[in-house]
């Protein structure tokens, strides 16, 4: 059981129609298990929020309450100011596992959500292939999941999350089960990528320098505490005495954070 009081005030918001994502006094978790209680979270339009915290403290409950997967057990969960109730195409969900059906072609894998959603065949076929030229993916458009490396079915399952143009994007440990290489080249490409739609992101990460790479803010969810990440947002920036200091601080903080509990 944790009581959490994170602020998004004070952030410049970034262009675009990022949604506005809201906790206050929350209870989450399922019914007579709750695993956060009293929590007070904003996320801006146009974040990106990277989420830490020991295992078990809630880091995934959150993500799935956000999505709308999760009813909170109390409180208020709002997106721009509005009461939030059920999954929404407005928030996509991009989980460690790809989730790719393997019968689909890449392309048709990306297509499926946007058909789903009464899109003309011919513009949801643009649109697939434009998301996997973006995400370097154009020359295995039609491979199956199974005849790709596991970076590029996570990079297929990024154009998916983005090709329906969502408000805000629920990462959880997107990127866990890569090698280090590729994991620091699926970073950099969620950066690039991101850039220009103005999503709102929240992203759950175990690993501390995965956070202050990605994150304008990183939120200890053990703690309540909530850290501005310098920038730049390169990686040369990871050697600064700021971003060390820092480091030094998320650190201490999960080491100093009360053992969960769902009672």
Do not use: Y
Request: aromatic residues 2%.
């Amino acid at each position: 059981m944790t009581t959490t009081g994170i602020s998004a005030a004070g952030r410049t918001e970034a262009p675009g129609n990022g949604l506005r994502l809201a906790l206050s006094g929350a209870v989450l978790g399922h019914p007579g298990a709750p695993v956060l209680r009293g929590l007070d979270l904003e996320i801006a339009p146009g974040e990106l929020l990277a989420v830490v915290g020991p295992s078990g403290c809630g880091k995934s409950t959150l993500l799935r309450t956000l999505a709308g997967l999760l009813p909170p057990l109390g409180g208020r969960l709002s997106q721009d100011g509005e009461g939030l109730a059920g999954p929404s195409a407005d928030r996509a969900l991009v989980f460690q596992e790809d989730a790719l059906l393997p019968w689909r072609s890449l392309r048709s894998n990306v297509e499926l959500p946007l058909a789903i959603r009464g899109m003309a065949r011919t513009e949801r076929r643009v649109r697939a292939e434009e998301w996997l030229a973006r995400v370097g993916l154009d020359g295995h458009a039609a491979r199956l999941p199974h005849q790709v490396s596991g970076g590029q079915r996570q990079r297929a399952q990024l154009a998916r999350a983005l090709a329906g143009r969502p408000r805000a994007v629920l990462m959880d440990e997107p990127f866990g089960a890569l090698d280090a290489q590729t994991r620091a080249g699926m970073q950099q490409l969620l950066v690039t990528v991101l850039r220009g739609t103005g999503a709102t992101v929240a992203f759950v990460t175990h690993d501390v320098d995965e956070a202050l790479f990605l994150g304008d803010r990183v939120a200890l969810l053990g703690t309540g505490r909530v850290l501005t990440v310098p920038r730049p947002r390169v990686r040369e920036a990871s050697a600064d005495a700021a971003t060390v200091a820092l480091r030094r601080e998320v650190l201490s903080s999960l080491a100093d954070a009360p053992a969960p509990t769902t009672s």
